[in-house]
């Protein structure tokens, strides 16, 4: 009901970050949750190495940090500002105590959790048994719904090379040869800090490739 998310709502405090700026780290103690309400924001995991893994680039609706609080109490993953972004945020004992009161709200984070660990099964099978050109283009498919935003007929996803690698689960060598290649045909055109998706259509074919 209207008045519950009014009630839900002033019970955080609003909070700017800026691009970079950390949400929360992986291992620390979870103190607060997160809901996007404007901006980008990406959640990370790091291996042995220091190499960094994109596990989901977070939008405006998408709840952070819920995950560890009804499980370890610990975060599992790291959140950074991808771009400067503004959220709702309630301490954890709040935020625990607005779940149990307000069935309405566990239900909103069980479908938003349900949709991350989906796109986190699909993009798991896609590394294990598909070629890396379907898969990057599948997941730069997925970004033109998430980040794409339209310039001139055309679609520009903010990301870079290295992050797309990061995603799904290649290197930045490869990344930029099949871009490169895309680039030739007309499908795409890389930036510094960014892709256009010049003809969309034939990016879909191209993810569909077996």
Known sequence: ???DYTRIAAAARIK???RGEMLYIGGDSVSQILLLTSGFAKTSQFGLSGTEVILRLSVPGDVLGAMGLFTTGLHFTTAQAFRSCRALVWDAPTFKALVGRYPVLHQNMVRILSQDLGELE???REVATERVAPRVARQLVRLLKR????????VKVSLTREEL?????TTLFTVSRLLSGWE???MVKPRREGVTICDVESLRAAA???
């Open 184 to 186: 030739e045909r007309g």
């Open 147 to 154: 980040i794409g935003r339209t310039v001139n007929g055309a």
């Open 208 to 210: 569909e490739e077996s």
């Open 16 to 18: 700017e970050f800026a």
């Open 122 to 124: 699909e993009r798991f």
């Open 1 to 3: 009901m209207p008045e």
């Open 165 to 169: 690698a990061q995603m799904t689960g």
